[in-house]
């Protein structure tokens, strides 16, 4: 899942909160990843993976808050990452329900 790494280094990094709701947040968003068969990639430490895909959630979140729909995420990052459409697909229902679940029902 080349799509992880690539994602956060192509985004840049973003600023996290490290408190205890974020904490668990991750924890509930990779759990969700991996429970979808997404686990890091080849080559990526589970650290490293984690981060972007932290950071790529986060940025998903960020195009919701902007008014783009569902489609509208999956296809940006789909369009730089074509061969990984399915990946994305989990990543912006995985990261909408984790982040940001105020924009789930107006998609």
């Known amino acids: 899942m080349k799509l992880i ?3 956060a280094i192509t985004l840049g990094a973003l600023a996290l909160g490290t408190g205890a709701a974020y904490a668990d947040g991750n924890s509930d ?7 979808h ?5 080849a080559g990526a430490s589970e650290s490293q ?6 950071q790529a959630a986060h940025q998903m979140c960020g195009l919701a ?3 783009l729909s ?10 730089q990452h074509p061969d990984d459409g399915n990946a994305v697909r989990i990543m912006v229902d995985a990261a909408e329900a984790t ?3 105020q924009y789930w029902g107006q998609q």
Not at 37 to 41: F, N
Not at 49 to 54: F, H, L, P, V, Y
Request: aromatic content about 10%; overall charge negative.
């Open 29 to 35: 968003y990779i759990d969700n990843l991996k429970s």
């Open 37 to 41: 068969g997404l686990p890091p990639a």
């Open 49 to 54: 993976w984690e981060t972007g895909a932290i």
């Open 99 to 101: 982040y940001c679940p």
């Open 65 to 67: 808050a902007t008014g």
């Open 70 to 79: 569902r489609d509208g995420i999956t296809a940006h990052f789909t369009a």
């Open 5 to 7: 790494v690539a994602t």
